[in-house]
T-cell receptor, first 112, second 117 residues
Framework: QQQVKQSPQSLIVQKGGISIINCAYE??????FPWYQQFPGKGPALLIA?????SEKKEGRFTISFNKSAKQFSLHIMDSQPGDSATYFC???????????FGTGTRLQVFP | DADVTQTPRNRITKTGKRIMLECSQT?????MYWYRQDPGLGLRLIYY???????NKGEISDGYSVSRQAQAKFSLSLESAIPNQTALYFC????????????????FGPGTRLTVL
């Protein structure tokens, strides 16, 4: 049972374009939603995270949009660069725990 | 990644063999985790430990066991490896929660690629 559903599985974007990755969840007890970025041969690393009390969080070219009523959140990468080519995982956790439930991942390729 | 190390980085073994994957960290974190990564399935939690005396099963613990030898060391064992345990395995660490509403980043090691023939 996949508690956090992520799409698409893969994404190809041209340099300078916008990359959008979507996630949906069912458990309303989730209250923390991080995104992790993984480069080939490396472990995942925290990219950006959001709590459900805000609808958007922006850090540089990376933005999380959060829709609490729809139980959906998405990662937007503006002005996508070849160096952004990686696998991206959304995740969720519940209050009082560091345990993360991960989505299935999206492999992003940005072509020059 | 240098703060969390995993050995070996690659391992090929045969069905039925006992395998141990090791994880060490210099971050001083109390909490440690073992995940496996499979294409199309993402990262799934195998076991986690919130301190040396605390071991908990994750969502896919069958066929695995762990040992927390010290704050800095957390090992994952496959007692009798089978081909469907072929995967990329990651160790991660995080600090103790600062409060009920806090969240701590998980720091991942570089991974161990395990192939069971």
């Amino acid at each position: 049972q996949q508690q956090v559903k992520q799409s698409p599985q893969s994404l190809i974007v041209q340099k300078g374009g916008i990359s959008i990755i979507n996630c949906a969840y069912e458990n309303t007890a989730f209250d923390y939603f991080p995104w992790y970025q993984q480069f080939p041969g490396k472990g995942p690393a925290l990219l950006i995270a959001i709590r459900p009390d805000v609808s958007e969080k922006k850090e540089g070219r990376f933005t999380i949009s959060f829709n609490k009523s729809a139980k959906q959140f998405s990662l937007h990468i503006m002005d996508s660069q070849p160096g952004d080519s990686a696998t991206y995982f959304c995740a969720a956790s519940m209050r009082g725990t560091d345990k993360l439930i991960f989505g299935t991942g999206t492999r992003l390729q940005v072509f020059p | 990644d240098a703060d969390v190390t995993q050995t070996p980085r690659n391992r090929i073994t045969k069905t039925g063999k006992r395998i141990m994957l090791e994880c060490s960290q210099t971050k001083g974190h109390d909490r440690m985790y073992w995940y496996r990564q499979d294409p199309g399935l993402g990262l799934r939690l195998i076991y986690y430990s919130f301190d040396v005396k605390d071991i908990n099963k994750g969502e896919i613990s069958d066929g695995y066991s762990v040992s927390r030898q010290a704050q800095a060391k957390f090992s994952l064992s496959l007692e009798s490896a089978i081909p469907n345990q072929t995967a990329l395995y990651f160790c991660a660490t995080s600090d103790v929660l600062a409060g009920q509403h806090s969240r701590n980043t998980q720091y991942f090691g570089p991974g161990t690629r395990l192939t069971v023939l």
